[in-house]
């Protein structure tokens, strides 16, 4: 492993429950009392979209392009120096697909010592997404069932999310790469052994028992709601009402018509099948009323 091999990714699609887990372990790793609020988790980990980086990587100048290729040349430049702003391990959070852009890696291994894959299933996550887009549920489906969609920053920063599916297949397929998969319904459901099972077995940290029960309490989805009304959070986007809206599983039974169960349900099938197969009955039943 080189010197350089020390980002741990924090990789999900948008609204699958990355910020809950950064604020997770920010609050099982730092000293009680010193956790960040929502405010403050770019102090924890850092993300692959910060311009500061950006610009330090571009000599000092706001980094600003219209040319994929030249985000990518960039992109490399400020990941590298992301991997050495912290002198070991340390969590980087992603919303990029681990795939080839103009030839580049846009996970790069020479960066990269491990990821975490955060997953949430794409019925509940349509309704976030869209609140999360400010655009209608068809809209939100339309893009997580595009293949080349992509997110541009003011500062000519670019995300490619890609398809629901293919995100989640090109990360837990990712050839070499040590990756442990989360999905949200057992952190909602099973908080304790899904986050002992992490530590554990993944990262190998001896598991504190009731620094872990903190940190779950700490930042359950009420606790996270509360901050965002007291505090706000910097990282919603400006025509979003709320990040922190409902954080259930299930809650697409009120906000999905049969239709667009049956959409998500057909575009995602072979994936559905793989990690979700107890929603398979469920939603075609709903699905064949449509």
């Given at each position: 492993?080189?010197?350089?091999?020390?980002?741990?990714?924090?990789?999900?699609?948008?609204?699958?429950?990355?910020?809950?887990?950064?604020s997770?372990?920010?609050?099982?790793?730092?000293?009680?009392?010193?956790?960040?609020?929502?405010?403050?988790l770019?102090?924890?980990?850092?993300?692959?979209?910060?311009?500061?980086?950006?610009?330090?990587?571009?000599?000092?100048?706001?980094?600003?392009?219209d040319?994929?290729?030249?985000?990518?040349?960039?992109?490399?430049?400020?990941?590298?120096?992301?991997?050495?702003?912290?002198?070991?391990?340390?969590?980087?959070?992603?919303?990029?697909?681990?795939?080839?852009?103009?030839?580049?890696?846009?996970?790069?291994p020479?960066?990269?010592?491990?990821?975490?894959?955060?997953?949430?299933?794409?019925?509940?996550?349509?309704?976030?997404?869209?609140?999360?887009?400010?655009?209608?549920?068809?809209?939100?489906?339309?893009?997580?069932?595009?293949?080349?969609?992509?997110?541009?920053?003011?500062?000519?920063?670019?995300?490619?999310?890609?398809?629901?599916?293919?995100?989640?297949?090109?990360?837990?397929?990712?050839?070499?790469?040590?990756?442990?998969?989360?999905?949200?319904?057992?952190?909602?459901?099973?908080?304790?052994?899904?986050?002992?099972?992490?530590?554990?077995?993944?990262?190998?940290?001896?598991?504190?028992?009731?620094?872990?029960?903190?940190?779950?309490?700490?930042?359950?989805?009420?606790?996270?709601?509360?901050?965002?009304?007291?505090?706000?959070?910097?990282?919603?986007p400006?025509?979003?009402?709320?990040?922190?809206?409902?954080?259930?599983?299930?809650?697409?039974?009120?906000?999905?018509?049969?239709?667009?169960?049956?959409?998500?349900?057909?575009?995602?099938?072979?994936?559905?099948?793989?990690?979700?197969?107890?929603?398979l009955?469920?939603?075609?039943?709903?699905?064949?009323?449509?």
């Amino acid at each position: 492993m080189s010197d350089m091999q020390r980002i741990i990714w924090l990789a999900s699609y948008p609204k699958s429950g990355n910020t809950w887990m950064r604020s997770l372990l920010a609050h099982y790793f730092m000293p009680k009392g010193q956790a960040p609020n929502i405010n403050q988790l770019p102090n924890f980990t850092t993300g692959d979209v910060r311009k500061d980086f950006f610009k330090r990587a571009n000599g000092g100048k706001p980094f600003v392009t219209d040319s994929i290729e030249e985000w990518m040349q960039m992109r490399i430049k400020a990941l590298r120096l992301i991997a050495l702003s912290k002198p070991n391990h340390h969590f980087v959070k992603t919303h990029c697909q681990t795939i080839q852009i103009c030839g580049l890696d846009v996970i790069p291994p020479e960066v990269t010592a491990a990821a975490i894959y955060m997953m949430r299933n794409p019925f509940d996550l349509a309704p976030s997404f869209a609140r999360h887009q400010n655009c209608d549920i068809d809209t939100a489906i339309d893009r997580m069932t595009n293949v080349e969609m992509m997110t541009k920053f003011d500062q000519g920063i670019y995300e490619f999310l890609g398809s629901w599916d293919n995100h989640v297949n090109v990360w837990t397929n990712a050839p070499g790469l040590p990756l442990h998969t989360v999905r949200y319904e057992d952190m909602l459901t099973k908080p304790g052994p899904t986050m002992r099972a992490l530590l554990q077995k993944f990262l190998k940290v001896p598991v504190d028992t009731p620094k872990l029960s903190y940190a779950i309490k700490s930042t359950s989805f009420d606790a996270m709601r509360k901050q965002e009304e007291k505090l706000g959070f910097a990282e919603r986007p400006p025509e979003m009402k709320r990040f922190f809206a409902k954080g259930q599983a299930g809650t697409w039974r009120e906000d999905l018509t049969p239709a667009q169960v049956a959409r998500i349900r057909e575009a995602f099938l072979p994936t559905l099948k793989k990690w979700y197969p107890e929603m398979l009955k469920e939603t075609g039943e709903v699905a064949a009323s449509a």
